[in-house]
Protein backbone atom coordinates (compact mmCIF):
# COMPACT_ATOMS: atom_id res chain seq x y z
CA UNK A 1 0.00 0.00 0.00
CA UNK A 2 1.23 3.37 -1.14
CA UNK A 3 1.88 6.78 0.39
CA UNK A 4 -1.74 7.90 -0.49
CA UNK A 5 -3.57 4.81 0.71
CA UNK A 6 -2.11 5.45 4.09
CA UNK A 7 -3.56 8.41 4.45
CA UNK A 8 -6.52 7.25 3.28
CA UNK A 9 -7.01 4.45 5.88
CA UNK A 10 -5.85 7.22 8.43
CA UNK A 11 -8.83 9.41 7.35
CA UNK A 12 -10.77 6.35 7.71
CA UNK A 13 -9.38 5.83 11.26
CA UNK A 14 -9.73 9.30 12.09
CA UNK A 15 -13.47 9.53 10.72
CA UNK A 16 -14.42 6.54 12.59
CA UNK A 17 -12.87 8.03 15.90
CA UNK A 18 -14.78 11.07 15.28
CA UNK A 19 -18.36 9.21 14.99
CA UNK A 20 -17.39 6.78 18.18
CA UNK A 21 -16.94 10.02 20.25
CA UNK A 22 -20.13 12.24 18.35
CA UNK A 23 -22.19 9.29 19.17
CA UNK A 24 -20.68 9.17 23.18
CA UNK A 25 -21.44 12.87 23.06
CA UNK A 26 -25.07 12.49 21.75
CA UNK A 27 -25.79 9.36 24.43
CA UNK A 28 -24.30 11.70 27.71
CA UNK A 29 -26.07 14.55 26.61
CA UNK A 30 -29.57 12.76 26.25
CA UNK A 31 -28.71 11.04 29.38
CA UNK A 32 -27.82 14.40 31.05
CA UNK A 33 -31.16 15.85 29.91
CA UNK A 34 -33.41 12.97 30.72
CA UNK A 35 -31.60 13.11 34.24
CA UNK A 36 -32.29 16.63 34.46
CA UNK A 37 -36.08 15.96 33.75
CA UNK A 38 -36.52 13.50 36.03
CA UNK A 39 -34.28 15.12 39.16
CA UNK A 40 -36.79 18.35 38.54
CA UNK A 41 -40.17 16.06 38.75
CA UNK A 42 -38.62 14.19 41.56
CA UNK A 43 -38.08 17.07 43.36
CA UNK A 44 -40.49 18.96 43.08
CA UNK A 45 -43.37 16.17 43.07
CA UNK A 46 -42.16 14.52 45.97
CA UNK A 47 -43.94 16.51 48.61
CA UNK A 48 -47.42 16.15 47.25
CA UNK A 49 -47.58 12.66 48.75
CA UNK A 50 -47.16 14.12 51.83
CA UNK A 51 -50.07 16.35 53.47
CA UNK A 52 -49.42 19.27 56.38
CA UNK A 53 -51.97 18.44 59.39
CA UNK A 54 -52.77 20.98 62.43
CA UNK A 55 -53.76 19.34 65.97
CA UNK A 56 -56.57 21.15 67.25
CA UNK A 57 -58.70 20.59 69.99
CA UNK A 58 -62.65 20.36 69.02
CA UNK A 59 -65.49 20.38 71.50
CA UNK A 60 -68.19 18.15 69.61
CA UNK A 61 -70.88 19.91 71.30
CA UNK A 62 -74.39 19.04 70.44
CA UNK A 63 -75.92 22.66 70.03
CA UNK A 64 -72.74 23.82 68.30
CA UNK A 65 -73.59 21.34 65.66
CA UNK A 66 -77.01 21.49 65.53
CA UNK A 67 -77.88 17.46 66.12
CA UNK A 68 -79.37 15.78 69.17
CA UNK A 69 -78.11 12.03 68.97
CA UNK A 70 -74.52 10.21 67.00
CA UNK A 71 -77.01 8.30 64.56
CA UNK A 72 -75.40 8.21 61.39
CA UNK A 73 -78.22 10.82 59.50
CA UNK A 74 -78.09 13.22 62.17
CA UNK A 75 -74.11 13.57 62.02
CA UNK A 76 -74.34 14.21 57.96
CA UNK A 77 -76.51 16.86 58.48
CA UNK A 78 -74.64 18.47 61.44
CA UNK A 79 -72.93 21.88 61.10
CA UNK A 80 -69.19 21.55 62.33
CA UNK A 81 -67.70 24.73 60.70
CA UNK A 82 -68.53 26.52 63.54
CA UNK A 83 -66.92 24.55 66.07
CA UNK A 84 -63.71 23.76 63.42
CA UNK A 85 -62.56 27.62 63.46
CA UNK A 86 -63.58 28.16 67.54
CA UNK A 87 -60.77 25.13 67.76
CA UNK A 88 -58.64 27.13 66.13
CA UNK A 89 -59.44 30.29 68.03
CA UNK A 90 -59.05 28.67 71.38
CA UNK A 91 -54.91 27.99 70.67
CA UNK A 92 -54.72 31.55 70.00
CA UNK A 93 -57.10 33.10 72.46
CA UNK A 94 -55.39 36.31 73.01
CA UNK A 95 -56.67 37.36 68.94
CA UNK A 96 -59.92 38.80 68.89
CA UNK A 97 -59.65 41.07 66.02
CA UNK A 98 -61.98 39.84 64.11
CA UNK A 99 -59.47 40.08 61.03
CA UNK A 100 -56.95 38.32 62.59
CA UNK A 101 -59.91 35.21 63.65
CA UNK A 102 -60.24 35.43 59.73
CA UNK A 103 -56.88 34.97 59.52
CA UNK A 104 -56.47 32.24 61.81
CA UNK A 105 -59.48 30.67 60.67
CA UNK A 106 -57.91 30.46 56.60
CA UNK A 107 -54.80 28.07 58.52
CA UNK A 108 -56.96 25.42 58.07
CA UNK A 109 -58.21 23.72 54.58
CA UNK A 110 -62.07 24.29 53.30
CA UNK A 111 -62.42 20.30 53.98
CA UNK A 112 -61.55 20.83 57.59
CA UNK A 113 -65.23 20.66 58.64
CA UNK A 114 -65.57 17.48 56.70
CA UNK A 115 -62.57 15.50 58.39
CA UNK A 116 -64.11 16.35 61.52
CA UNK A 117 -67.61 15.17 60.37
CA UNK A 118 -66.35 11.87 59.35
CA UNK A 119 -64.10 11.50 62.63
CA UNK A 120 -67.47 11.92 64.73
CA UNK A 121 -69.28 9.02 62.10
CA UNK A 122 -66.38 6.98 63.26
CA UNK A 123 -67.11 7.61 66.42
CA UNK A 124 -70.04 8.05 67.28
CA UNK A 125 -69.41 7.83 71.07
CA UNK A 126 -67.11 11.21 71.33
CA UNK A 127 -70.16 13.54 70.59
CA UNK A 128 -70.17 16.12 73.61
CA UNK A 129 -66.78 15.44 74.15
CA UNK A 130 -63.28 17.23 73.24
CA UNK A 131 -61.54 15.54 70.00
CA UNK A 132 -57.87 16.07 69.23
CA UNK A 133 -57.97 16.04 65.30
CA UNK A 134 -54.88 16.43 63.15
CA UNK A 135 -57.07 18.68 60.73
CA UNK A 136 -55.55 19.46 57.25
CA UNK A 137 -54.30 22.61 56.62
CA UNK A 138 -54.99 25.42 54.07
CA UNK A 139 -52.68 25.05 50.69
CA UNK A 140 -50.05 27.87 51.51
CA UNK A 141 -49.35 26.76 54.75
CA UNK A 142 -48.61 23.53 53.66
CA UNK A 143 -46.38 24.92 51.13
CA UNK A 144 -44.43 26.98 53.88
CA UNK A 145 -44.58 23.86 56.32
CA UNK A 146 -42.73 22.21 53.39
CA UNK A 147 -39.97 24.99 52.45
CA UNK A 148 -41.63 25.47 49.21
CA UNK A 149 -42.30 29.10 50.34
CA UNK A 150 -39.67 30.44 52.11
CA UNK A 151 -40.12 32.31 55.13
CA UNK A 152 -37.12 35.13 54.49
CA UNK A 153 -39.12 36.34 51.49
CA UNK A 154 -41.35 39.45 51.58
CA UNK A 155 -44.60 39.49 52.69
CA UNK A 156 -46.17 40.82 49.35
CA UNK A 157 -43.80 37.83 47.41
CA UNK A 158 -44.43 35.22 49.99
CA UNK A 159 -48.17 35.07 49.98
CA UNK A 160 -48.32 34.69 53.72
CA UNK A 161 -49.23 37.53 55.99
CA UNK A 162 -45.97 38.15 59.10
CA UNK A 163 -48.58 37.14 61.16
CA UNK A 164 -49.52 33.61 59.98
CA UNK A 165 -46.14 32.92 59.81
CA UNK A 166 -45.32 33.91 63.70
CA UNK A 167 -48.76 31.46 64.53
CA UNK A 168 -47.33 28.98 62.24
CA UNK A 169 -43.80 29.32 64.64
CA UNK A 170 -45.67 28.79 67.80
CA UNK A 171 -47.47 25.69 66.47
CA UNK A 172 -44.36 24.10 65.36
CA UNK A 173 -42.76 24.98 68.77
CA UNK A 174 -45.64 23.37 70.40
CA UNK A 175 -45.79 20.10 68.34
CA UNK A 176 -48.89 20.84 66.28
CA UNK A 177 -47.57 21.15 63.16
CA UNK A 178 -46.38 17.96 61.26
CA UNK A 179 -46.31 16.29 58.07
CA UNK A 180 -48.50 12.53 57.26
CA UNK A 181 -48.29 10.62 54.20
CA UNK A 182 -50.93 12.17 51.63
CA UNK A 183 -53.36 8.86 51.33
CA UNK A 184 -55.98 11.39 50.37
CA UNK A 185 -53.95 12.60 46.42
CA UNK A 186 -53.92 8.47 45.25
CA UNK A 187 -57.66 7.95 46.90
CA UNK A 188 -59.63 11.21 45.79
CA UNK A 189 -60.75 13.51 42.92
CA UNK A 190 -59.95 16.43 41.62
CA UNK A 191 -61.04 20.13 44.12
CA UNK A 192 -60.66 23.58 43.33
CA UNK A 193 -58.57 23.52 46.59
CA UNK A 194 -55.00 22.10 46.15
CA UNK A 195 -54.42 20.54 49.60
CA UNK A 196 -57.83 18.23 48.72
CA UNK A 197 -56.97 17.11 45.05
CA UNK A 198 -56.17 13.70 43.92
CA UNK A 199 -55.74 11.52 41.04
CA UNK A 200 -57.44 8.55 41.99
CA UNK A 201 -60.55 10.08 39.56
CA UNK A 202 -58.19 10.47 36.64
CA UNK A 203 -56.78 7.11 37.02
CA UNK A 204 -59.91 5.43 37.00
CA UNK A 205 -60.84 7.74 34.14
CA UNK A 206 -57.60 6.50 32.26
CA UNK A 207 -58.50 2.93 33.44
CA UNK A 208 -61.93 2.87 31.70
CA UNK A 209 -60.52 4.85 28.56
CA UNK A 210 -57.59 2.20 28.01
CA UNK A 211 -60.59 -0.65 28.58
CA UNK A 212 -62.56 0.56 26.03
CA UNK A 213 -59.24 1.10 23.65
CA UNK A 214 -58.30 -2.40 24.24
CA UNK A 215 -61.36 -4.18 23.72
CA UNK A 216 -61.97 -2.42 20.37
CA UNK A 217 -58.96 -2.38 19.33
CA UNK A 218 -57.14 -5.53 20.02
CA UNK A 219 -59.14 -7.52 18.62
CA UNK A 220 -59.60 -5.61 15.70
CA UNK A 221 -56.39 -5.31 14.91
CA UNK A 222 -55.63 -8.33 15.15
CA UNK A 223 -58.59 -9.47 12.45
CA UNK A 224 -57.15 -6.88 10.34
CA UNK A 225 -53.68 -7.85 10.36
CA UNK A 226 -54.56 -11.24 9.92
CA UNK A 227 -56.69 -10.97 6.83
CA UNK A 228 -53.71 -8.70 5.25
CA UNK A 229 -51.24 -10.63 5.39
CA UNK A 230 -52.65 -14.62 5.21
CA UNK A 231 -55.92 -14.15 3.65
CA UNK A 232 -56.45 -10.83 1.44
CA UNK A 233 -55.32 -11.01 -2.52
CA UNK A 234 -52.29 -8.80 -3.37
CA UNK A 235 -53.61 -6.35 -6.08
CA UNK A 236 -53.87 -2.59 -6.15
CA UNK A 237 -56.81 -2.11 -3.56
CA UNK A 238 -55.01 -4.36 -0.88
CA UNK A 239 -51.67 -1.81 -1.33
CA UNK A 240 -53.70 1.30 -0.91
CA UNK A 241 -55.39 -0.16 2.04
CA UNK A 242 -51.78 -1.00 3.53
CA UNK A 243 -50.48 2.32 2.46
CA UNK A 244 -53.22 4.36 4.23
CA UNK A 245 -52.93 2.21 7.73
CA UNK A 246 -49.22 3.32 7.28
CA UNK A 247 -50.13 6.79 7.10
CA UNK A 248 -52.42 6.64 9.73
CA UNK A 249 -49.85 5.66 12.43
CA UNK A 250 -47.99 8.89 11.54
CA UNK A 251 -51.60 11.18 11.62
CA UNK A 252 -51.33 13.73 14.84
CA UNK A 253 -53.42 12.46 17.45
CA UNK A 254 -55.49 16.08 17.42
CA UNK A 255 -57.06 14.81 14.13
CA UNK A 256 -58.52 11.90 15.55
CA UNK A 257 -59.87 14.04 18.52
CA UNK A 258 -61.53 16.12 15.66
CA UNK A 259 -63.10 12.59 14.41
CA UNK A 260 -64.49 11.85 17.61
CA UNK A 261 -66.15 15.41 18.08
CA UNK A 262 -67.73 15.11 15.09
CA UNK A 263 -68.78 11.89 14.48
CA UNK A 264 -69.04 10.32 17.97
CA UNK A 265 -70.52 13.54 19.54
CA UNK A 266 -71.87 15.56 16.78
CA UNK A 267 -73.53 12.72 14.93
CA UNK A 268 -74.28 9.80 17.15
CA UNK A 269 -74.51 11.99 20.43
CA UNK A 270 -72.62 10.01 22.34
CA UNK A 271 -72.18 11.73 25.94
CA UNK A 272 -69.63 13.92 26.35
CA UNK A 273 -66.13 13.89 28.56
CA UNK A 274 -67.07 10.09 29.16
CA UNK A 275 -64.37 7.00 28.95
CA UNK A 276 -66.43 5.67 26.19
CA UNK A 277 -65.83 8.01 23.87
CA UNK A 278 -62.47 8.93 25.20
CA UNK A 279 -61.76 5.41 24.51
CA UNK A 280 -63.24 5.24 21.25
CA UNK A 281 -60.59 7.92 19.75
CA UNK A 282 -58.02 6.33 21.51
CA UNK A 283 -58.76 2.81 19.76
CA UNK A 284 -58.90 4.59 16.39
CA UNK A 285 -55.79 5.87 17.08
CA UNK A 286 -53.98 2.76 18.54
CA UNK A 287 -55.51 0.65 15.46
CA UNK A 288 -52.75 1.75 12.96
CA UNK A 289 -49.87 0.15 15.71
CA UNK A 290 -51.52 -3.01 16.41
CA UNK A 291 -51.77 -3.90 13.08
CA UNK A 292 -48.92 -3.09 11.78
CA UNK A 293 -47.08 -4.93 15.28
CA UNK A 294 -49.13 -7.67 13.98
CA UNK A 295 -48.62 -8.41 10.61
CA UNK A 296 -44.83 -7.87 11.43
CA UNK A 297 -44.99 -10.95 13.66
CA UNK A 298 -47.11 -13.07 11.58
CA UNK A 299 -44.07 -12.41 8.67
CA UNK A 300 -41.42 -13.65 11.12
CA UNK A 301 -43.14 -16.93 11.32
CA UNK A 302 -41.77 -19.24 9.37
CA UNK A 303 -43.65 -20.83 6.26
CA UNK A 304 -42.64 -24.20 7.38
CA UNK A 305 -45.35 -23.66 10.27
CA UNK A 306 -48.02 -23.05 7.92
CA UNK A 307 -47.22 -25.66 5.43
CA UNK A 308 -46.54 -28.38 8.54
CA UNK A 309 -49.65 -27.93 9.81
CA UNK A 310 -51.52 -28.16 6.41
CA UNK A 311 -49.45 -30.93 5.67
CA UNK A 312 -51.26 -33.21 8.45
CA UNK A 313 -54.51 -32.13 7.02
CA UNK A 314 -55.05 -28.85 9.11
CA UNK A 315 -57.28 -26.07 6.93
CA UNK A 316 -55.32 -22.98 6.59
CA UNK A 317 -57.58 -21.17 8.81
CA UNK A 318 -56.81 -24.13 11.09
CA UNK A 319 -52.80 -23.49 10.82
CA UNK A 320 -53.02 -19.49 10.92
CA UNK A 321 -55.01 -19.65 14.13
CA UNK A 322 -53.86 -23.06 15.62
CA UNK A 323 -50.19 -22.60 14.87
CA UNK A 324 -49.15 -19.12 13.09
CA UNK A 325 -51.03 -17.21 15.47
CA UNK A 326 -49.97 -18.64 18.61
CA UNK A 327 -46.47 -18.37 18.00
CA UNK A 328 -46.78 -14.57 16.82
CA UNK A 329 -48.44 -13.41 20.25
CA UNK A 330 -45.65 -12.56 21.72
CA UNK A 331 -45.08 -9.65 19.26
CA UNK A 332 -48.60 -8.56 18.70
CA UNK A 333 -48.84 -8.38 23.03
CA UNK A 334 -45.69 -6.02 22.74
CA UNK A 335 -46.94 -3.86 19.95
CA UNK A 336 -50.75 -3.44 21.91
CA UNK A 337 -48.80 -2.84 24.75
CA UNK A 338 -46.35 0.13 23.18
CA UNK A 339 -49.73 1.45 21.54
CA UNK A 340 -51.73 1.30 24.44
CA UNK A 341 -49.05 3.28 26.64
CA UNK A 342 -49.03 5.54 23.68
CA UNK A 343 -52.56 6.32 24.37
CA UNK A 344 -52.41 6.62 28.03
CA UNK A 345 -50.10 9.90 27.35
CA UNK A 346 -52.38 11.21 24.67
CA UNK A 347 -53.99 14.43 25.92
CA UNK A 348 -55.11 16.09 22.29
CA UNK A 349 -57.89 14.13 21.36
CA UNK A 350 -59.27 14.00 24.91
CA UNK A 351 -59.24 17.95 24.72
CA UNK A 352 -61.32 17.68 21.74
CA UNK A 353 -64.24 15.56 23.17
CA UNK A 354 -64.51 17.52 26.56
CA UNK A 355 -62.81 15.37 29.30
CA UNK A 356 -61.28 18.50 29.75
CA UNK A 357 -63.95 19.47 32.25
CA UNK A 358 -63.00 19.99 36.23
CA UNK A 359 -64.69 16.39 37.81
CA UNK A 360 -64.64 15.74 41.35
CA UNK A 361 -66.62 12.35 41.69
CA UNK A 362 -64.61 9.26 40.75
CA UNK A 363 -66.78 7.87 37.57
CA UNK A 364 -68.07 4.54 38.51
CA UNK A 365 -68.13 3.60 34.73
CA UNK A 366 -67.29 4.15 31.40
CA UNK A 367 -70.43 6.03 30.87
CA UNK A 368 -70.00 8.79 33.67
CA UNK A 369 -67.93 11.95 32.59
CA UNK A 370 -64.35 11.80 33.76
CA UNK A 371 -61.00 13.05 33.63
CA UNK A 372 -57.68 11.21 32.63
CA UNK A 373 -54.12 11.36 34.24
CA UNK A 374 -52.87 13.91 31.05
CA UNK A 375 -55.62 15.87 31.19
CA UNK A 376 -55.56 16.35 34.64
CA UNK A 377 -51.70 17.14 34.92
CA UNK A 378 -52.44 19.86 32.03
CA UNK A 379 -55.36 21.14 33.89
CA UNK A 380 -53.42 21.31 37.48
CA UNK A 381 -50.42 22.57 35.31
CA UNK A 382 -52.46 25.47 34.31
CA UNK A 383 -53.75 26.63 37.63
CA UNK A 384 -52.18 29.73 39.66
CA UNK A 385 -52.24 28.18 43.17
CA UNK A 386 -48.86 27.42 44.30
CA UNK A 387 -49.89 23.90 45.84
CA UNK A 388 -50.81 22.65 42.62
CA UNK A 389 -46.90 22.82 40.91
CA UNK A 390 -46.02 19.79 43.27
CA UNK A 391 -49.38 18.02 42.43
CA UNK A 392 -48.13 18.31 38.70
CA UNK A 393 -45.71 16.83 39.32
CA UNK A 394 -46.85 14.18 41.42
CA UNK A 395 -49.37 13.33 38.42
CA UNK A 396 -46.12 12.84 36.00
CA UNK A 397 -44.58 10.63 38.70
CA UNK A 398 -47.66 8.55 38.56
CA UNK A 399 -47.88 8.50 34.85
CA UNK A 400 -44.42 7.51 34.37
CA UNK A 401 -44.81 5.06 36.42
CA UNK A 402 -47.69 3.64 35.13
CA UNK A 403 -45.71 3.99 31.78
CA UNK A 404 -42.90 1.75 33.17
CA UNK A 405 -44.93 -1.07 33.90
CA UNK A 406 -46.75 -1.43 30.69
CA UNK A 407 -43.30 -0.86 28.83
CA UNK A 408 -41.60 -3.12 31.48
CA UNK A 409 -44.90 -6.03 30.86
CA UNK A 410 -44.45 -5.63 27.01
CA UNK A 411 -40.35 -6.60 27.65
CA UNK A 412 -41.09 -8.85 29.82
CA UNK A 413 -43.70 -10.81 27.08
CA UNK A 414 -41.16 -10.11 24.63
CA UNK A 415 -38.31 -12.43 26.19
CA UNK A 416 -40.50 -14.28 27.46
CA UNK A 417 -42.58 -16.24 24.96
CA UNK A 418 -40.48 -14.76 21.81
CA UNK A 419 -38.95 -17.69 19.53
CA UNK A 420 -36.01 -17.40 17.16
CA UNK A 421 -36.44 -19.33 14.09
Keep these: ?75 LQGDYYSITKQAIYNLFPAVTDRSDRRDLSSMLSSGAPDEVRDYLLENPSS ?104 FAPKNRITEIIEVNINNLAAVPSIIFGLLGLAILLNTFELPRSTPLVGGIVLALMTLPTIIIACRASLKAVPDSIRQGAMAMGASKTQAIFHHVLPLAMPGTLTGTIIGLAQALGETAPLLMIGMVAFIVDVPKSPMEPSASLPVQIYLWAESAERGFVEKTSAAIMVILAFLLLMNAAAVFLRTRFERRW
Design 127 to 230: LGKVASLWLTAESNLDQLHKGNIKKELDEVHRGISNRVVSWYDFLLREGRIKSFFNIGFLSSGDSRNPEQAGVWGAIVGSFYSLLVCFLISFPMGIAAAIYLEE
Design 1 to 75: MGENGNKRLLKRKRAEIRFQWIGRFAIFASGCALLILLTTILSTGTTAFFRTKMLVDVQLDKEAIGITSASREQV
